[in-house]
């Protein structure tokens, strides 16, 4: 007998989806919206589901469990020993309880950062911190890794964090921006995800783009896959990595040479320019910023500095910009300066001209429509306690080094929390943070370490009890597309039972709140089940709907539809234009700066001090970049990769379109291989001070020389002596903070050498589960 296959409704980060199953097995997906970009992403649920890397039932290390107060053995070296769910949350239970008491609430650091699966019931990191605000406390963390460096600092200059925001709309740009420029952006891969769900429409613009015969500039020391889908309509402009502030204060310079720089839109609109302005040309530091001072620093010639800066005065101007160069040392000077020169040119506030920070994101600037939007789980129970401390969120090693340690961050000054039992649920850690050989000596110091994961990550296998946790395929959960969009509602129906001994977050924190106090689970579930959660959900969404004149069907009606519900457009919301109000009249509507205008000088930031963020935007050499490369050391690049979300998916099947050599790509000019004797498809090693990783060569002219890319996200696989096996770039990484103001990942500041490697190829171990598991 063969079981009826069938197809069901689900979402994830890269999209909706159509599942195809046959009994609890999936046979295969595909996108569920009508589009001419197919994703990738969206082919691997069945991989996801039936993965050999899945963790199947709870373990805990070997010398954990042998003495679980004073634990022996070494974190990541250990066996892993079998036991049942009562077990594992019983040892937890009592751990968390002991540590709790010694230790204050401080000590639990369940900050959890991480891109978990979308839906807005099982949020890993919430429901965690859910459990643990009934339990007392914890200590969570500030910002993000995405853009530590421009969310801390745009606040200051126009009052918002820009990043997060909804841009002025496609349908405009397309209608009145003259040139476009993607400034450290690659919108072909990072626009495949959002934090919901995708809506896919991002794509459909940049297609527009394509055809619209207006100028088209990158500016990225790497041609990315955005570069190759526009192709000769197309300028690709490749300057030194890190060097971006040199190069627009070259083009900044050119302006006031020519008297081009908009003194009206300066004088209304913004403040501290005159003080800017004595550092542009050199008067209260001597050295005036050229095109010619530019190129000595960025590598791109005066000709084309000098150009650019015309090209921008004469036309309507979109700098859409990215965020790959914010995640550097001083990342915060990047987007600071990228609005100094939107502001000189005077378009910011115009249909089509100014600055956008999120057009390579989540699909900005596609309009908002008027939605039911979904409301999502919250991650503190009734009369439960919030964070009782926050760290920034890429300060998570110095944290565990240096417990009571001094820190500043924006404007604070703090010390950091004595961290005891760490608990990561939805994050990859080990892949994530920089400089993973620092990371692992740090985790050998708290007392536990607890990881909720659907797969053997590298932190799995680094823990001291692992808890399986369900895909979001096996959950019943909703989502909205767009995350400025609403422009869908998405059933995520279950569409296959749990794996193995696998548990939602949900039902594992719900248990360990029982544990915690009587009545514990009531409280923890509010006495919802799933269903009842994702109705409640339903409910307010339908209740916000109706003022904006959208009508949702029964709940039940919408569940069993399994069907996707789009949202009505918004005329008005077609016409958005980023800060209109604000550019017709500054005095009414006032931004939240300080001084309710943009700030290219901030005295608050001068109050500060900070050497690593100087009042006004500053050209600074990082600590590690091609100025003070020794010989035969490249700049390491780590963009975020095509055919993965970070390292969600590594071990699926697509990884055979990238692999090279069996390994993750680094991408080499052909000078730079040519000098070291390395071809297309080699195995090489690349290492520096940090680390060491084997990686399969792409010869390519992509790429400035002098420049390497190994895109972030491939899982660790060190062997005996450290060498990493598939290529993890944070081997390689930098822990610094972007300064003391975001204290942002600066995952984008660090030189390696590379060389071909000449020993026997080692066995790719990455996506093996331990032996005992
Ligand atoms: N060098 C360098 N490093 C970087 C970057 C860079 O550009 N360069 N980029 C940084 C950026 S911007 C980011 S956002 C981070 C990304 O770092 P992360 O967000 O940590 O990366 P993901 O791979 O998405 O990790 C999510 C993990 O959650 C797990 N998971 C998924 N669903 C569930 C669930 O329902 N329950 C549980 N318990 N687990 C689940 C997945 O299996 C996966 O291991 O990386 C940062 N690191
Ligand atoms: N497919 C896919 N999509 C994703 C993600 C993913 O992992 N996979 N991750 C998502 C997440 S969490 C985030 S935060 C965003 C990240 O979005 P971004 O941060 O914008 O992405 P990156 O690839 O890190 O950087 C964008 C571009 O900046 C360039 N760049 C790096 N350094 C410099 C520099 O010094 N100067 C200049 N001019 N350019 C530079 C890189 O070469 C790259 O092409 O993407 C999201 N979208
Ligand atoms: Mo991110």
């Given at each position: 007998?063969?079981?009826?296959?069938?197809?069901?409704?689900?979402?994830?980060?890269?999209?909706p989806?159509l599942?195809e199953?046959?009994?609890?097995?999936?046979?295969?997906?595909?996108?569920?919206?009508p589009t001419?970009?197919p994703?990738?992403l969206?082919?691997?649920?069945?991989?996801?589901?039936?993965?050999?890397a899945?963790?199947?039932?709870?373990?805990?290390?070997?010398?954990?469990l042998?003495?679980?107060?004073?634990?022996?053995?070494?974190?990541g070296?250990d066996?892993?020993?079998?036991?049942?769910?009562d077990?594992?949350?019983?040892?937890?239970?009592?751990?968390?309880?002991?540590?709790?008491?010694?230790?204050?609430p401080?000590?639990?650091?369940?900050?959890?950062?991480?891109?978990?699966?979308?839906?807005?019931?099982?949020?890993?990191?919430?429901?965690?911190?859910?459990?643990?605000?009934?339990?007392?406390?914890?200590?969570?963390h500030?910002?993000?890794?995405?853009?530590?460096?421009?969310?801390?600092i745009?606040?200051?200059?126009?009052?918002?964090?820009?990043?997060?925001?909804?841009?002025?709309?496609?349908?405009?740009?397309?209608?009145?921006?003259?040139?476009?420029?993607?400034?450290?952006?690659?919108?072909?891969?990072?626009?495949?995800i959002?934090w919901?769900?995708s809506?896919?429409?991002?794509?459909?613009?940049?297609e527009?783009?394509?055809?619209?015969?207006k100028?088209?500039?990158?500016?990225?020391p790497?041609?990315?896959?955005?570069?190759?889908?526009?192709?000769?309509?197309?300028?690709w402009?490749?300057?030194?990595?890190?060097t971006d502030?040199?190069?627009?204060?070259?083009?900044?310079?050119?302006?006031?040479?020519?008297?081009?720089?908009?003194?009206?839109?300066?004088?209304?609109?913004?403040?501290?320019y005159?003080q800017?302005?004595?550092?542009?040309?050199?008067?209260?530091d001597g050295v005036?910023?050229?095109?010619?001072?530019a190129?000595a620093i960025?590598?791109?010639?005066?000709?084309?500095?000098?150009?650019?800066?015309?090209?921008?005065?004469?036309?309507?101007?979109?700098?859409?910009s990215?965020?790959?160069?914010?995640?550097?040392?001083?990342g915060?000077?990047?987007?600071?300066?990228l609005?100094?020169?939107?502001?000189?040119?005077?378009?910011?506030?115009t249909?089509?001209?100014?600055?956008?920070?999120?057009y390579?994101?989540a699909?900005?600037?596609?309009?908002t429509?008027?939605?039911?939007?979904?409301?999502?789980?919250?991650?503190?129970?009734?009369g439960?306690h919030?964070?009782?401390?926050?760290?920034?969120?890429?300060?998570?090693?110095?944290?565990?080094?240096?417990?009571?340690?001094?820190?500043?961050?924006n404007?604070?000054?703090?010390?950091?929390?004595?961290?005891?039992?760490?608990?990561?649920?939805?994050?990859?850690?080990?892949t994530?943070?920089?400089?993973?050989?620092?990371?692992?000596?740090?985790w050998?110091?708290?007392?536990?370490v607890?990881?909720?994961?659907?797969?053997?990550?590298?932190?799995a296998?680094?823990?001291?009890?692992?808890?399986?946790?369900?895909?979001?395929?096996?959950?019943?959960?909703?989502?909205?597309?767009?995350?400025?969009?609403?422009?869908?509602?998405v059933?995520?129906?279950?569409?296959?039972?749990?794996?193995?001994?696998?548990?939602d977050?949900?039902?594992?924190?719900?248990?360990?709140?029982?544990?915690?106090?009587?009545?514990?689970?009531?409280?923890?579930?509010?006495d919802?089940?799933?269903?009842?959660?994702?109705?409640?959900f339903?409910?307010i969404?339908?209740?916000?709907?109706?003022?904006?004149?959208?009508?949702?069907?029964p709940?039940?009606?919408?569940?069993?539809?399994n069907a996707?519900?789009?949202?009505p457009?918004?005329?008005?919301?077609?016409?958005?234009?980023?800060?209109?109000?604000?550019?017709?009249?500054p005095?009414?509507?006032?931004?939240?700066?300080?001084?309710?205008?943009?700030?290219?000088?901030?005295?608050?930031?001068?109050?500060?001090?900070?050497?690593?963020?100087?009042?006004?935007?500053?050209?600074?050499?990082?600590?590690?970049?091609?100025?003070?490369?020794?010989p035969?050391?490249?700049?390491?690049l780590?963009?975020?990769p095509?055919?993965?979300?970070?390292?969600?998916?590594?071990?699926?099947?697509?990884?055979?379109?990238?692999?090279?050599?069996?390994?993750?790509?680094?991408?080499?000019?052909?000078?730079?291989?040519k000098?070291?004797?390395?071809?297309?498809?080699?195995?090489?090693?690349?290492?520096?001070?940090?680390?060491?990783?084997?990686?399969?060569?792409?010869?390519?002219?992509?790429?400035?020389p002098?420049?390497?890319?190994i895109?972030?996200?491939?899982?660790?696989?060190p062997?005996?002596g450290?060498?990493?096996?598939?290529?993890?770039?944070n081997?390689?990484t930098?822990?610094?903070?972007?300064?003391?103001?975001?204290?942002?990942?600066?995952?984008n500041?660090?030189?390696?050498?590379?060389?071909?490697?000449?020993?026997?190829?080692?066995?790719l171990?990455?996506?093996?589960?331990?032996?005992?598991?």
């Open positions: 007998m063969t079981t009826a296959t069938k197809t069901i409704l689900t979402a994830a980060h890269w999209g989806m599942v199953t046959a009994g609890d097995n999936v046979l295969s997906s595909r996108g569920a919206l001419a970009h994703n990738s969206q082919t691997a649920v069945r991989d996801q589901v039936h993965s050999k899945r963790v199947r039932w709870p373990m805990v290390r070997k010398g954990f042998a003495s679980p107060e004073k634990p022996q053995g070494v974190r070296q066996e892993f020993v079998r036991v049942s769910w077990e594992a949350l019983d040892l937890i239970h009592a751990q968390h309880k002991r540590i709790r008491e010694n230790y204050g401080a000590s639990i650091f369940a900050g959890s950062y991480g891109w978990r699966s979308n839906g807005v019931l099982h949020k890993a990191a919430t429901l965690l911190q859910r459990y643990m605000s009934l339990a007392g406390g914890y200590t969570g500030l910002g993000d890794y995405s853009t530590g460096a421009a969310q801390a745009m606040p200051y200059v126009v009052g918002g964090n820009e990043v997060y925001q909804q841009q002025t709309s496609w349908p405009l740009v397309l209608e009145h921006t003259e040139v476009v420029v993607l400034w450290s952006a690659n919108p072909l891969n990072t626009l495949k959002a919901n769900a809506d896919e429409q991002g794509m459909s613009y940049f527009a783009l394509r055809k619209s015969g100028r088209l500039i990158c500016i990225d790497m041609r990315s896959e955005t570069v190759d889908f526009f192709g000769d309509k197309m300028e402009i490749a300057p030194h990595m890190g502030v040199a190069m627009m204060l070259g083009i900044a310079h050119t302006l006031v040479e020519n008297g081009w720089q908009d003194e009206a839109f300066l004088a209304r609109c913004t403040t501290g005159d800017f302005a004595r550092y542009l040309t050199g008067e209260s005036a910023k050229t095109a010619e001072w190129e960025c590598g791109v010639s005066a000709t084309t500095i000098r150009e650019l800066a015309q090209l921008f005065h004469q036309h309507t101007t979109m700098l859409m990215g965020w790959g160069m914010q995640r550097q040392q001083y915060e000077q990047k987007h600071w300066m609005v100094t020169l939107a502001a000189m040119l005077g378009q910011i506030g249909p089509g001209g100014g600055f956008g920070l999120s390579h994101f699909n900005g600037g596609n309009p429509r008027r939605a039911a939007v979904l409301v999502s789980m919250q991650g503190t129970v009734k439960g919030d964070a009782v401390d926050k760290i920034p969120v890429a300060r998570i090693v110095e944290a565990l080094e240096n417990p009571g340690g001094f820190y500043q961050h404007g604070m000054d703090r010390h950091f929390p004595d961290i005891r039992f760490v608990w990561w649920a939805g994050g990859a850690n080990f994530h943070h920089q400089d993973t050989n620092r990371l692992i000596r740090a050998q110091k708290p007392e536990l607890v990881i909720s994961e659907c797969f053997w990550t590298a932190a296998k680094h823990a001291d009890i692992v808890l399986p946790a369900t895909t979001s395929f096996e959950r019943n959960d909703l989502t909205m597309t767009g995350d400025y969009s609403n422009q869908h509602m059933p995520m129906k279950r569409v296959v039972a749990p794996r193995d001994e696998a548990r977050d949900f039902e594992v924190f719900a248990d360990l709140s029982e544990r915690w106090e009587a009545g514990g689970r009531a409280r923890f579930t509010e919802k089940t799933d269903l009842q959660w994702l109705e409640s339903y409910r969404a339908g209740e916000r709907g109706a003022a904006q004149g959208v009508t949702l069907p709940f039940a009606t919408f569940w069993e539809a996707i519900l789009e949202m457009e918004s005329e008005q919301n077609a016409r958005f234009v980023r800060f209109a109000d604000f550019r017709r009249d005095e009414k509507h006032p931004l939240k700066t300080e001084s309710g205008k943009i700030e290219i000088y901030s005295r608050r930031i001068a109050e500060f001090g900070y050497g690593d963020c100087p009042p006004h935007p500053m050209w600074l050499a990082p600590d590690e970049w091609h100025g003070n490369a020794q035969g050391q490249l700049q390491l780590s963009a975020h095509a055919h993965r979300l970070h390292s969600q998916l590594n071990y699926s099947s697509l990884r055979e379109q990238y692999a090279v050599a069996g390994r993750e790509p680094m991408v080499i000019h052909r000078e730079d291989a000098a070291r004797g390395i071809a297309d498809g080699d195995l090489v090693r690349v290492w520096n001070g940090r680390g060491q990783v084997l990686a399969g060569a792409v010869v390519s002219d992509g790429i400035r002098g420049v390497i890319c895109h972030q996200g491939a899982w660790p696989d062997d005996e450290g060498l990493c096996k598939n290529g993890a770039v081997m390689l930098k822990d610094l903070p972007s300064s003391k103001l975001g204290n942002g990942c600066a995952g500041t660090a030189l390696a050498w590379v060389e071909k490697y000449h020993g026997a190829a080692p066995a171990t990455a996506f093996d589960p331990p032996a005992s598991a």
